[in-house]
């Protein structure tokens, strides 16, 4: 360890892909060991590569930077080398001899570019932990692969499971978004309760609650009304439970007890047919709308303007846009089970996400209690965390697996 802290080399593969939550996670967590201080040094580390020593590149966001002529040509760069990347995905994808090459190649070019730092602890945020001969620690998310393995594609199991069970076998130390997936963890693997460590994600600064007046110029652009519609904001995928969600929506709709819209944010994931069609059928009728990807300055008026959060997810090992949603003053309408629930607060209705019955029931009661709030602020915000906490916190998983 060094005179000021432990000198880390982060895996970056997260920031070269488009938005997620671990892409999210590894951005914050990165960009606050910097800020506040918590690292000697640190080294983003991706496909056998150290990228830029301009961290800002990389982890700035844009709030934190403004559009000066110098910020421009680097965010400029950084979407070239994403979308270059992105272009050669497909090519590679159809041709099993360069998949097969690229997969035997990089990390064996990881394995020899990471040697000179064995001083280092290597810190893999996203489940894969590259051939290391000092400390290390990886971070799992979620066990959806193991418990859920219906919802992702056959090759992404295959290649899961094995980098998962590596992980929990071969890290000095595993960090879970969550005491429910620790739980997980240590019962799946048989992992020594001691080689755990539970650190909670955060919500961005930038969400927080807004006033009407705040959130019109977007709303009014997008026909909505603030405090009067429902919000999804998640990849789209069949884990997300979006076919219980519609059909309890236009079940409540049809009835003409709801007049809210449902508004859809977030890409398309894998095996999400079904969930198109259904969110295509509301979006025909006038019920709905389907956003995509939004700009990062329009999801926080989103998650403020609106009256519910709707993530009644099957599985998560976290829920970040529960908290993001909590912290922007929105009612969530979410899971009793897994992670979620350990997160929620007195402002958050429950469901049984199996039972569309369960959900209808909140999507209408929730409505009556927006109507109660009057548009005022929930006293929910963020539960006291906060990325610099959880950047504490995983500094001293560095400290403790560097005194092993």
């Known amino acids: 360890m060094g005179e000021n802290g432990p000198k880390v080399v982060m895996g970056a593969d997260p920031l070269l892909q488009s938005a997620t939550g671990i892409g999210t996670y590894t951005r914050?967590?990165?960009r606050h060991l910097k800020s506040e201080n918590l690292t000697e040094d640190l080294k983003l580390f991706a496909n056998g590569v150290f990228l830029s020593d301009d961290v800002n590149l990389h982890i700035g966001e844009?709030?934190?930077n403004p559009l000066t002529e110098s910020n421009v040509k680097k965010r400029a760069a950084r979407a070239q080398l994403i979308n270059s990347l992105a272009r050669l995905r497909p090519w590679f994808s159809k041709r099993r001899l360069a998949v097969g090459l690229f997969n035997k190649a990089v990390p064996l070019i990881e394995q020899v570019r990471l040697r000179p730092f064995r001083d280092y602890v290597f810190h893999s945020p996203n489940y894969v932990l590259p051939k290391f001969s000092g400390p290390s620690v990886v971070t799992i998310h979620d066990l959806s692969i193991q418990r859920y393995p219906d919802y992702h594609p056959p090759e992404r199991v295959k290649f899961l499971e094995a980098q998962i069970a590596t992980a929990a076998e071969g890290a000095t130390h595993?960090?879970?978004d969550s005491v429910c997936?620790?739980?997980?963890?240590?019962?799946?693997?048989?992992?020594?309760?001691?080689?755990?460590t539970s650190v909670?994600?955060?919500?961005?600064?930038?969400?927080?609650?807004?006033?009407?007046?705040e959130c019109r110029e977007i709303l009014t652009s997008l026909q909505l009304v603030y405090k009067r519609f429902y919000l999804f904001a998640s990849t789209i995928e069949?884990?997300?439970n979006l076919l219980r969600i519609c059909a309890a929506y236009k079940s409540l709709r049809a009835a003409g007890k709801i007049d809210w819209p449902i508004i859809f944010v977030g890409g398309p994931g894998w095996r999400s047919e079904a969930e198109h069609r259904e969110i295509k059928s509301l979006?025909?009728?006038g019920w709905a709308q389907y956003l995509g990807f939004v700009d990062p300055s329009t999801l926080p008026i989103l998650y403020s303007g609106s009256g519910a959060l709707v993530f009644p997810s099957i599985y998560e090992g976290f829920g970040l846009p529960a908290l993001e949603a909590r912290q922007s003053g929105?009612?969530?309408?979410?899971?009793?089970?897994?992670?979620?629930?350990?997160?929620?607060n007195g402002y958050d209705l429950l469901v049984d996400p199996l039972e569309v019955d369960s959900l209808r029931e909140a999507m209408e009661a929730v409505v009556e209690r927006v109507l109660e709030d009057n548009g005022q602020p929930l006293q929910c915000a963020g539960s006291g965390l906060s990325w610099k906490k959880t950047a504490r916190l995983t500094s001293e998983v560095y400290k403790k697996v560097l005194t092993k």
Do not use: W
């Open 330 to 344: 929105t009612r969530v309408i979410t899971s009793q089970h897994s992670a979620m629930a350990e997160f929620a």
């Open 28 to 30: 914050n967590l990165a």
């Open 238 to 240: 069949p884990r997300k």
């Open 283 to 285: 979006v025909d009728r």
């Open 62 to 64: 844009y709030q934190d």
């Open 200 to 213: 909670p994600l955060a919500a961005g600064e930038q969400f927080r609650y807004r006033t009407e007046i």
């Open 181 to 196: 997936v620790r739980e997980e963890v240590i019962e799946y693997f048989g992992v020594d309760e001691s080689r755990v």
């Open 174 to 176: 595993l960090i879970t």
